[in-house]
């Protein structure tokens, strides 16, 4: 499995270099088995090579990720450095981050990776990274460690910031409602958007906040 790991690894790692490879590869099989059995049909390889190594570009990193939730050991890591890096990417900073994980037997071992590589599962939080100094959960195979796939859901910053994302709708209905406290359909709006959240999040609550909407649910409309 480690072997599997470290390929995972340099595929989102080096998806240039991968691309390369992958065509290369790909060519020399075809080419290869066609000269054996003296048939070209091979060499549809050729096509299956180019098409890897373009789908590894923009999903290497992915790919990655679904790999170490699937096969990989929880752990935990930490970040302890970020720097930018002197390159952009769609006119956008790249920043490096190094962190220490540490391992499900206790062992520290340094890892890094970057904004444009890292592995992020599930893949709808490609762009939440974790904070400096705040574990994060992780999934790694034993042997090759420095491969990571960062746990999002599993972590603290990950469900602040989905519990955030999904208050959002609450706020805009409830700002909406104070416009016009008598308008039915602002009403039934906030009750639907306190109900949904709710139903999501309400073990994640203050109990006190929890009840504080429950309650507004009842007047909402009044």
């Known amino acids: 499995m480690a072997i599997l790991s470290a390929a995972a690894y340099f595929l989102s790692r080096h998806p ?4 390369l490879l992958l065509i290369a590869g790909c060519n020399g099989v075809a080419l ?3 000269h054996w059995t003296g048939s070209k049909r091979w060499l ?3 096509a299956i090579g180019v098409a890897a190594g373009i789908a590894n570009l923009p ?7 679904w790999f170490l939730h699937t096969c990989g050991t929880a752990g935990s890591a930490t970040v302890v450095g ?3 890096v002197p390159i952009s990417y769609s006119e956008q900073a790249v920043f490096a981050y ?3 994980l540490r391992t499900a037997d206790g062992a520290d071992v340094n890892v890094d990776f970057d904004t444009l590589n890292v592995a992020l599962y599930p893949p709808r939080a490609s762009d939440l990274l974790p904070p400096p100094g705040e574990p994060f959960a992780v999934r790694y195979v034993p042997g090759f460690e420095r491969n990571i796939a960062i746990m999002v859901d599993e972590s603290g910053y990950g469900r602040r910031h989905r519990l955030n994302q999904d ?3 609450v706020r805009r209905a409830a700002a909406q409602l104070a416009v016009s406290p008598r308008n039915p359909r602002f009403a039934a709006e906030y009750r639907d958007a306190v109900r949904m959240f709710l139903r999501a999040h309400r073990d994640a609550l203050d109990p006190a906040e929890a009840r504080a909407l429950e309650d507004s649910v009842s007047a909402a409309g009044r």
Not at 16 to 19: I, N, Q, Y
Not at 59 to 64: I, M, T, V
């Open 16 to 19: 240039f270099w991968s691309l």
């Open 32 to 34: 290869l088995l066609s």
């Open 44 to 46: 549809w390889l050729c």
């Open 59 to 65: 999903g290497g990193r992915h790919l990655n990720a």
């Open 82 to 84: 970020i720097d930018e």
């Open 98 to 100: 190094r962190a220490v």
């Open 167 to 169: 208050r959002e709708p």
